[in-house]
């Protein structure tokens, strides 16, 4: 099967830089999204990575390494709208032809 | 240029009735998915259309089925309603089928089932 998990919560001030991990498990690997979600809203796209390596898009950086079956969404210079729920995502190909499998999602909240 | 658009925005069922959700990608988009997000959890896909044909299907009942228009807009229907169903539908469009591209989510279609 397919899982991806993520931690539930983080918790940072602002200014700081926060981690958040994802690991997953999938039949077939063809990369590695990450969305954020505000309360009551759309996800975003924020990144992929579809090799191993580290992208990096403004004060968010994400990480892949697919020997280890693991990336990491990295926030640098926490702002207060930065407190939302972030969600790693696997492409996954079944006889179902391919599918977006989500995490559970990891809840940020910023604290001044 | 308007991004995915979806209505309605709140609908309210009885269990047993059926529900048709509709969805507009952005002008250029073919492709077009739609999740269920149920309340603390992440987005479930159940379907991706891309020219008018279904290219992925998730782990949902044949309860729900979808199709895409030659316009490429997108209808997602599920009958015979469960409280269960009770979620956030949302529907994305990219320009590819592949996932490597960004999905552009719309704002969803909040159904409530009682």
């Known amino acids: 099967g397919q899982s991806l998990e993520q931690p539930s919560e983080v918790t940072a001030v602002e200014g700081a830089i926060v981690q958040i991990n994802c690991t997953y498990q999938?039949?077939?690997?063809?990369?590695l999204s990450w969305y954020q979600q505000h309360d009551g809203g759309a996800p975003t796209f924020l990144s992929y990575n579809g090799l191993d390596g580290l992208e990096e898009t403004g004060r968010f950086s994400s990480f892949l390494s697919r020997s280890d079956s693991y990336g990491y969404l990295l926030l640098q210079e926490l702002q207060m709208k930065d407190s939302a729920s972030y969600f790693c995502?696997?492409?996954?190909?079944?006889?179902?032809?391919?599918?977006?499998?989500f995490g559970q999602g990891t809840e940020l909240s910023v604290k001044p | 240029d308007a991004g995915v658009t979806q209505s309605p925005t709140h609908l309210i069922k009885t269990r047993g009735q059926q529900v048709t959700l509709r969805c507009s990608p952005i002008s250029g988009h073919k492709s077009v998915s739609w999740y269920q997000q149920v309340l603390g959890q992440g987005p479930q896909f159940i379907f991706q259309y891309y020219e008018k044909e279904e290219r992925g299907r998730g782990n949902f009942p044949d309860r729900f089925s979808a199709r895409q228009f030659p316009n490429y807009s997108s209808e997602l229907n599920v009958n015979a309603l469960l409280l269960g169903d009770s979620a956030l539908y949302l529907c994305?469009?990219?320009?590819?089928?592949?996932?490597?591209?960004?999905?552009?989510f719309g704002p969803g279609t909040r159904l409530t089932v009682t």
């Open positions: 999938t039949s077939g690997f063809y990369g």
């Open positions: 994305a469009s990219s320009l590819r089928t592949d996932f490597t591209y960004e999905q552009y």
């Open positions: 995502a696997v492409r996954d190909l079944s006889n179902q032809g391919g599918k977006l499998i």
